[in-house]
């Protein structure tokens, strides 16, 4: 294969490049994921399209790459989608509510895989935060699928059911800038598209890329603007909650302005320790949930069937105490 052929399109800067064909770009990127690009010639592709910026038809084509190559989870039988919760980046400033999210949606009767990074460079991961809960990440796909097939909520880290896209992630260390698997691996539901995949981005340009894509994969997404890069509602200020559903969306919140009320009773301390210490005190209802990640979670409880309209989701979810 002729990579300047491709890097002669793309790397022309952002006002001069040329985006690629759905067909090319599958190609490229399961060239990519199958080890055939040498390093140079990756890098110099990598940093181009971080340049030029993938269109939604490239994104989409390199998802579809990446999920051909990946291995599968069996979703359950049975009405209610499982819910999927990527978590690459972890939380800084603030408190990790991912794991939080995922043990209620258990709590409501909705399975759950969370994918993720096993560490997030200095940030608060949502595997450092389950290990303080007891929730051990699988170490094979096998254990991964006994986990979820039991308890209901399991932890992958990325490696599990995509290692080529595991290694795309790590040349963040080397090239020193996020590159187009970051957008991608959130967007990855490795139950084949049977799963409700939680699909959230810092930025409303990516939020609109990865829309389109999703959509013209019939995927159900319930997508919002990520806190921190985490796929959970921002508990100051809830974003906009947005369904894709059947090539359709839906809003069904609107994002706010100002503080919610219950922002106060985030912990002081973000550590993984005190955000599992919280977390604790939610779940025992020791602890009032801010209201943006309850509208989350009744979001959830209708788009993955477990509630038969956003209605009975949001009574469930107010008479469950949380």
Same mark, same amino acid.
């Given at each position: 294969?002729n990579y300047s052929h491709y890097i002669k399109e793309i790397g022309r800067g952002a006002q001069g490049a040329r985006d690629l064909s759905a067909e090319d770009a599958e190609q490229l990127y399961a060239a990519i994921l199958?080890?055939?690009?040498?390093?140079?010639?990756?890098? +110099?592709?990598?940093?181009?399209?971080?340049?030029?910026?993938?269109?939604?038809?490239?994104?989409?084509?390199?998802?579809?790459?990446?999920?051909?190559?990946? @291995?599968?989870?069996?979703?359950?039988?049975?009405?209610?989608? !499982?819910?999927? #919760?990527?978590? @690459?980046?972890?939380?800084?400033?603030?408190?990790? #509510?991912? !794991?939080?999210?995922?043990?209620?949606?258990?709590?409501?009767? $909705?399975? $759950?895989? $969370? &994918?993720?990074?096993?560490?997030?460079?200095?940030?608060?991961?949502?595997?450092?935060?389950?290990?303080?809960?007891?929730?051990?990440?699988?170490?094979?796909?096998?254990?991964?699928?006994?986990?979820?097939?039991?308890?209901?909520?399991?932890?992958?880290?990325?490696?599990?059911?995509?290692?080529?896209?595991?290694?795309?992630?790590?040349?963040?260390?080397?090239?020193?800038?996020?590159?187009?698997? &970051?957008?991608?691996?959130?967007?990855?539901?490795?139950?084949?598209?049977?799963?409700?995949?939680?699909?959230?981005?810092?930025? !409303? &340009? @990516?939020?609109?890329?990865?829309?389109?894509?999703?959509?013209?994969?019939?995927?159900?997404?319930?997508?919002?603007?990520?806190?921190?890069?985490?796929?959970?509602?921002?508990?100051?200020?809830r974003p906009k909650l947005e369904l894709l559903r059947d090539g359709d969306s839906q809003t069904l919140f609107e994002a706010e302005g100002g503080g919610s009320k219950t922002s106060s009773q985030l912990p002081e301390n973000?550590?993984?320790?005190?955000?599992?210490?919280?977390?604790?005190?939610?779940?025992?209802?020791?602890?009032?949930?801010?209201?943006?990640? +309850?509208?989350?979670?009744?979001?959830?409880? @209708?788009?993955?069937?477990?509630?038969?309209?956003?209605?009975?989701?949001?009574?469930?979810?107010?008479?469950?105490?949380?």
């Amino acid at each position: 294969m002729n990579y300047s052929h491709y890097i002669k399109e793309i790397g022309r800067g952002a006002q001069g490049a040329r985006d690629l064909s759905a067909e090319d770009a599958e190609q490229l990127y399961a060239a990519i994921l199958d080890g055939g690009v040498p390093e140079l010639e990756l890098g +110099a592709i990598l940093i181009a399209l971080r340049v030029k910026g993938e269109t939604a038809t490239e994104l989409g084509a390199f998802l579809d790459a990446a999920e051909a190559r990946g @291995y599968r989870l069996k979703a359950p039988a049975g009405e209610i989608r !499982p819910v999927v #919760l990527p978590s @690459y980046n972890g939380a800084r400033r603030g408190t990790n #509510l991912t !794991p939080l999210l995922a043990m209620l949606l258990r709590r409501f009767g $909705v399975p $759950v895989l $969370v &994918h993720g990074l096993l560490e997030s460079f200095g940030h608060v991961s949502s595997a450092q935060v389950f290990r303080e809960l007891g929730v051990m990440p699988a170490a094979s796909l096998q254990q991964a699928q006994q986990t979820f097939d039991q308890e209901g909520l399991v932890f992958a880290p990325l490696s599990v059911f995509s290692p080529a896209l595991a290694e795309q992630l790590a040349l963040r260390a080397r090239l020193g800038v996020r590159h187009c698997a &970051h957008s991608l691996v959130k967007m990855l539901d490795p139950f084949g598209g049977a799963g409700l995949l939680i699909a959230a981005a810092t930025h !409303p &340009h @990516y939020l609109d890329t990865m829309s389109e894509a999703l959509s013209a994969r019939n995927r159900t997404a319930l997508l919002l603007r990520a806190t921190e890069g985490e796929p959970f509602a921002n508990p100051h200020r809830r974003p906009k909650l947005e369904l894709l559903r059947d090539g359709d969306s839906q809003t069904l919140f609107e994002a706010e302005g100002g503080g919610s009320k219950t922002s106060s009773q985030l912990p002081e301390n973000a550590d993984a320790r005190s955000t599992a210490e919280w977390t604790g005190k939610v779940l025992d209802k020791k602890s009032p949930l801010p209201l943006p990640l +309850a509208n989350q979670l009744a979001c959830c409880l @209708y788009a993955s069937g477990a509630a038969r309209d956003l209605n009975e989701a949001k009574a469930r979810v107010a008479a469950g105490g949380v």
